[in-house]
T-cell receptor, first 115, second 114 residues
Framework: AQSVTQLDSQVPVFEEAPVELRCNYS??????LFWYVQYPNQGLQLLLKYLSGSTLVKGINGFEAEFNKSQTSFHLRKPSVHISDTAEYFCAVSVPLRNTDKLIFGTGTRLQVFP | KAGVTQTPRYLIKTRGQQVTLSCSPI?????VSWYQQTPGQGLQFLFEYFSETQRNKGNFPGRFSGRQFSNSRSEMNVSTLELGDSALYLC?????????????FGDGTRLSIL
């Protein structure tokens, strides 16, 4: 079975500071990795995905993430955050070898950006 | 292209009633998945449909059911509602190529049980 751990439930940061949201996963088979963002009263929006290839993945809104197979991590980073980045961020995995699109999510990290 | 559309956005029911939620996927998408989001349990997978067939099912009681129509639209039904069913129900669609194409989410239906 697969699982996803987001170590930080909340991350407070000042505007224009860098931020890292941590994600670790557990799986005995290869997985695809995703980061989604959820703004209040909205659904989830895909930030970026890792399927294969380069371990550094660039996404929308200036976010990037790095896949580290040995540490089973997929941390999300942004060099300079804005107030508008305040939202809930979810890391998720899917298993490509199985006949399903099912996503397994972490518990989420609430990013709060202060002026 | 229009995104994933879920109706209604908000719903209030009482215990024991049943409810049907609707999801219209992005045009051309053949796979539809449903998730339940609660503060306590987070995002949990309910079920997934592809070409009108249930492809995968999460660990929810039989009161939760779904179906998909020939135009890829999907509905989920919850019977004999319980207080614990209060949640945001999210629908997601994808092209159907398993795992490689990301799922696109609707804004959800917020179900409140009184």
């Amino acid at each position: 079975a697969q699982s996803v751990t987001q170590l930080d439930s909340q991350v407070p940061v000042f505007e224009e500071a860098p931020v890292e949201l941590r994600c670790n996963y557990s799986s005995s088979v290869s997985v695809y990795l995703f980061w989604y963002v959820q703004y209040p009263n909205q659904g989830l929006q895909l930030l970026l995905k890792y399927l294969s290839g380069s371990t550094l993945v660039k996404g929308i809104n200036g976010f990037e993430a790095e896949f580290n197979k040995s540490q089973t991590s997929f941390h999300l980073r942004k060099p300079s955050v804005h107030i508008s980045d305040t939202a809930e961020y979810f890391c998720a995995v899917s298993v490509p070898l199985r006949n399903t699109d099912k996503l397994i999510f972490g518990t989420g990290t609430r990013l709060q950006v202060f002026p | 292209k229009a995104g994933v559309t879920q109706t209604p956005r908000y719903l209030i029911k009482t215990r024991g009633q049943q409810v049907t939620l609707s999801c219209s996927p992005i045009s051309g998408h053949r796979s539809v998945s449903w998730y339940q989001q609660t503060p306590g349990q987070g995002l949990q997978f309910l079920f997934e449909y592809f070409s009108e067939t249930q492809r995968n099912k999460g660990n929810f009681p039989g009161r939760f059911s779904g179906r998909q129509f020939s135009n890829s639209r999907s509905e989920m039904n919850v019977s004999t509602l319980e207080l614990g069913d209060s949640a945001l129900y999210l629908c997601a669609s994808s092209e159907g190529q398993v795992g490689s194409q990301p799922q696109h989410f609707g804004d959800g239906t917020r179900l409140s049980i009184l």
